[in-house]
């Protein structure tokens, strides 16, 4: 008996030090993240000075929605929670076969239920609410026979909480795992138990990778003072939400409509509707940087091109005339010598450009060179001109270009490069991302002023957050920034008059 006492020690103590083995390291992982991102040029996550700063960031990143959601089902006469039923955004139509088995789960509803109500007479889902009033169960057991109600209440998925998992506390990851859940079209956060923050189940949910299995996801935002811990732990689970699980927002509203002043005020509810990943034909418009201001917009944009095109690529120039003067543009060189010999490139300019044809016989490669132009009329719809003739003696001759010629013509090059040579072209750029060219590009070149739009207008943040966005969309194209500056010096001169060129290269020509 007594040695069984002792291996039994002996066991517990092992146990312990394996537990403050690894608990010593996720703390040194931690703080090493931390100091990345205090260390770095432009450190989203950085602790501000002052509430009032901490207040101001969280609201500027959840009072401006992400993306449009074109077809949306509100649950009641005020819009606290909107359905997106978008085709391309959020769930189909509750018609669809598809959807007849889907699954909702409702954590700590509120107890008007409208949400809950809404989903079972207009969705064919099974609805799951946990963590219900006690008064009011009996009531939502009774709102469809899909519905069930358990006495379990969700906690976050925290190793440090020993009575995570217990009889009436769960894990999100365990009710989906006891339930054989494989995914949830929809998950509503609403309240939580005493003690219990929401901020914490979400960052849980986000660490653990749970969200990935989440199509659609609504959270309540409740404050009831204003502590600055409070207001930067939403922020950061609202910063991972978005840049770690690929959740966007498309609806926001709040309890009521002084708490949409620059500072968080006591008392307040937000509501906020997610859906997660859409296409990259959507544009997603990302969220400030930091407090959207002029000097945070260009800093993050500066990180990002610094990061971006750091990586040494070894580039190819291809030679083109325009109109008797001679241009080049530049190529992967490993793409070059596979591909490049039955190319097309082409080269948006303005209508009175010389046209641009290429230089046949430069170091193995041809190129055939398209002139186009383009309009965009005030239904924001665009269309496409090619010029026909080269010679630049000869009258500009213009013909439309179909969508469906020239996605004939991509899918039948080798390669295919597209120039921007007019200026903006993010406008231009936007266009051909909705209607999904991007996928057809092996690199997309871009001419840009950076910093020094030579217009009032162009200079204010909001201008620099959409070109920020318009290249994160180029990225969920799987086109990739290489090259910033002029070939091959590659130099960064911001704040200049001049210029630049920016490569965007797919990632696996690379």
């Not at 009329?377 to 026909?388: E, F």
Request: with cysteine.
């Amino acid at each position: 008996m007594h040695t069984i006492h002792q291996i039994a020690k002996y066991s517990m103590k092992k146990r312990k030090r394996s537990f403050l083995s690894v608990l010593c390291c996720v703390m040194i992982v931690y703080a090493g993240v931390q100091f990345m991102y205090l260390n770095d040029d432009y450190s989203p996550l950085q602790l501000l000075s002052s509430v009032e700063n901490e207040a101001t960031r969280l609201m500027r990143f959840m009072g401006q929605v992400h993306l449009q959601c074109n077809v949306s089902l509100p649950t009641n006469n005020a819009s606290t929670w909107v359905l997106c039923l978008d085709q391309d955004v959020g769930l189909h139509l509750w018609s669809d076969e598809t959807y007849k088995d889907g699954i909702v789960y409702s954590i700590g509803p509120s107890p008007d239920f409208s949400f809950e109500r809404m989903v079972a007479d207009n969705l064919s889902h099974h609805l799951y609410i946990f963590s219900a009033p006690v008064p009011y169960r009996n009531q939502l057991i009774r709102i469809s026979n899909t519905t069930s109600v358990f006495k379990v209440n969700i906690v976050p998925n925290d190793p440090a909480d020993f009575a995570r998992n217990s009889f009436d506390t769960q894990t999100l990851n365990s009710v989906m795992s006891t339930l054989k859940h494989g995914q949830i079209d929809v998950l509503k956060l609403d309240s939580n138990v005493e003690g219990v923050q929401s901020y914490d189940v979400l960052r849980f949910l986000v660490e653990d990778g749970i969200l990935k299995k989440v199509k659609e996801l609504h959270i309540v935002l409740k404050l009831d003072k204003v502590e600055e811990d409070d207001i930067y732990s939403w922020y950061r689970a609202l910063y991972g939400l978005f840049h770690t699980a690929g959740f966007r927002l498309y609806h926001s509203s709040t309890s009521d409509p002084l708490c949409l002043q620059a500072t968080i005020m006591e008392s307040c509810i937000y509501y906020m509707s997610w859906v997660r990943k859409p296409p990259p034909h959507i544009l997603v418009m990302y969220p400030p940087a930091i407090d959207g201001s002029l000097h945070n917009e260009e800093d993050r944009m500066v990180n990002f091109l610094e990061q971006s095109s750091s990586q040494d690529h070894r580039f190819v120039p291809v030679p083109f005339n325009s109109g008797g003067q001679g241009m080049s543009i530049f190529m992967p060189l490993t793409l070059a010598p596979r591909k490049f010999r039955a190319s097309s490139v082409f080269f948006f300019q303005g209508q009175n450009d010389m046209p641009v044809e290429s230089v046949p016989g430069s170091k193995g490669i041809h190129c055939q060179a398209y002139t186009l132009s383009y309009e965009i009329t005030n239904g924001n719809s665009l269309t496409v001109y090619q010029r026909r003739q080269s010679s630049s003696r000869e009258e500009a001759k213009w013909e439309e270009l179909t969508t469906s010629t020239w996605l004939k013509l991509l899918k039948e090059s080798g390669a295919n490069i597209l120039v921007l040579n007019i200026v903006p072209g993010w406008t231009l750029l936007s266009q051909l991302s909705y209607h999904g060219i991007p996928k057809y590009l092996d690199e997309v070149v871009i001419k840009d002023p950076m910093f020094s739009a030579g217009s009032a207008v162009k200079q204010q943040p909001m201008y620099l957050r959409r070109k920020y966005s318009e290249m994160k969309r180029l990225e969920e194209f799987g086109l990739r920034l290489t090259q910033v500056g002029k070939f091959p010096e590659n130099t960064l001169k911001f704040g200049t008059q001049e210029m630049y060129w920016l490569y965007f290269v797919r990632k696996t020509v690379l």
